[in-house]
């Protein structure tokens, strides 16, 4: 599986935007798909997840109620829509596909096989 992120970008604090991950290959409903982030000068940090089915889905406690994780299977797509954001999202996000995992290890970035390339956003204050 082959994922590109997009939809990054500069927007002030308060604002939205919302990141694309598009997947190449039919098996794309096979995998849980997660976004995570990594600031500057900080480790890279889980964000959402959504299973295969779309049945389950997995927040960072700071981004609840802000941020929504969508999937379209047919689309091959996963979607971050982001909301009321502040300057502490501003990082780089990575979107990241896996086989079926356990929970316990969804949000812990080893256990996806497959990562895109980050798309930046940056929040002014």
């Known amino acids: 599986v082959q994922l590109q992120a997009s939809g990054g970008g500069l927007v002030q604090a308060g604002g939205s935007l919302r990141l694309s991950c598009a997947a ?8 849980d798909v997660a976004w995570f ?4 000068g900080k480790e890279r940090e889980f964000v959402a997840a959504i299973r295969r089915n779309g049945n389950s889905i997995y927040y ?4 609840k109620g802000r941020f929504t994780i969508s999937r379209d299977n047919a689309k ?3 979607y971050l829509q982001m909301n009321s954001l502040k300057s502490e999202d501003t990082a780089l996000y990575y979107c990241a596909a896996g086989g079926t995992l356990i ?3 969804i949000r812990n970035a ?6 895109g390339q ?3 956003v940056t929040v002014s204050s």
């Open 37 to 40: 982030r990594q600031a500057p």
């Open 76 to 78: 091959v797509t996963v």
């Open 110 to 115: 080893p256990s996806y096989a497959y990562w």
């Open 60 to 63: 960072l406690d700071s981004v």
């Open 103 to 105: 929970t316990s290890t």
């Open 24 to 31: 190449s290959g039919r098996t794309f409903h096979n995998y």
């Open 118 to 120: 980050g798309t930046l």
